[in-house]
């Protein structure tokens, strides 16, 4: 009997997937790919990420599909809507659900498994919406969740005694000490807090999108570019995005596109790359290197050169700035 166990590295989805394993049954763990997990390129070399301790964790290797083109455009519009933030948890769900539903047959799986527990999580996580994520999926009966199995109604996999039920468990709400304890029971180690793992959830990171979709400038390194460096909305038609540190300057360096803007600090003074999106007049070109100006460590100057130049290869310009004002600044950031 084979089981597709989806698994995102956090702690709940490990442990689904461990305790089906633990019946016998053959896991193959999916991960599914989509612009919006938290960046994990901070690590240091010591480290190692989530998902690749999760397949230290449950002893084998994730198949990885990414689902970012069809997740990009239920995000326009979800019909189960969004979450506190941009979050459309429910839709999301029933995406990836769908998907792993289309791989049963290529994978010869029988039913699919997930971490989810019933009462956790406000808007896809109650009952109701449980049973409207199996439904919408195509997967009534098919979609097993271990870790509240016992709460919920009997499943197919139960019924037919693929898994026993009584090895199944009863979590539910939101307290994660069961999790924790299963978790050492099973000697499950270095698995990440509870804090999720979508920054669809992040009240920043939200505005900072809902700005892109207001604009219909939604694509995938426009999406990447949303997760470095501080934001400023400068117009309608332009908007910068500022280095928080060298990683962030040579990354937004790289994400740089034809006809847009680079402006830099002078070489003797530290200061960030900052990147210029958009339509630039004289006005918002002084504007943009006002604020570079702001986060180069000036030492007490009150103006310094900035440069600047548009992609591709266009003559490099300075400007005179002095560094905005920063209740100015407060109101043009995203």
Same mark, same amino acid.
């Given at each position: 009997m084979k089981a597709i166990a989806l698994v995102s590295g956090g702690l709940d989805s490990i442990l689904a997937a461990r305790v089906v394993k633990e019946q016998g049954v053959e896991v193959i763990l999916l991960n599914f790919k989509i612009p919006f997990c938290h960046r994990t390129t901070n690590l240091s070399l010591q480290e190692i990420s989530p998902l690749t301790q999760a397949e230290i964790n449950l002893g084998q290797s994730f198949e990885t599909v990414d689902i970012s083109p069809d997740f990009i455009k239920l995000l326009e519009n979800p019909r189960y809507g969004f979450g506190a933030n941009m979050n459309p948890c429910i839709d999301c769900k029933i995406l990836m659900l769908n998907t792993a539903r289309g791989l049963m047959g290529q994978m010869a799986a029988s039913f699919i498994v997930t971490g989810e527990v019933l009462g956790q999580r406000p808007m896809s996580q109650h009952r109701q919406a449980l049973e409207l994520i199996e439904k919408k999926s195509g997967l009534e009966g098919l979609l097993l969740r271990p870790l509240s199995a016992k709460l919920l109604a009997w499943t197919i996999p139960e019924k037919e005694g693929w898994v026993e039920r009584e090895k199944l468990f009863d979590f539910g709400g939101r307290t994660r000490r069961p999790q924790m304890e299963l978790a050492r029971q099973f000697n499950i180690k270095d698995y990440p807090n509870a804090s999720g793992g979508c920054l669809l959830t992040d009240i920043?990171?939200? &505005? &900072?999108l809902k700005d892109l979709i207001a604009r219909r400038e939604l694509s995938m390194d426009n999406i990447e570019l949303l997760k470095i460096g501080r934001h400023f909305r400068l117009s309608d038609q332009a908007k910068l995005v500022v280095g928080r540190n060298e990683? =962030? +300057?040579? =990354? $937004?360096?790289? $994400?740089a596109k034809y006809e847009d803007y680079l402006f830099m600090p002078p070489l003797e003074i530290a200061g960030p790359t900052c $990147?210029?999106?958009? #339509?630039?007049n004289q006005g918002l070109l002084e504007? %943009?290197?006002s604020i570079v100006c702001r986060y180069c460590d000036s030492s007490g100057l009150p103006a310094m050169a900035i440069s600047y130049r548009r992609i591709p290869g266009q003559e490099e310009?300075? #400007?005179e700035a002095s560094p905005i004002e =920063? +209740?100015?600044? %407060?109101?043009l950031r995203l």
């Open positions: 920043q990171f939200s &505005r &900072r990683k =962030e +300057d040579k =990354e $937004l360096l790289d $994400l $990147l210029g999106k958009g #339509i630039f504007l %943009a290197c310009k300075t #400007i =920063e +209740d100015k600044l %407060a109101g």
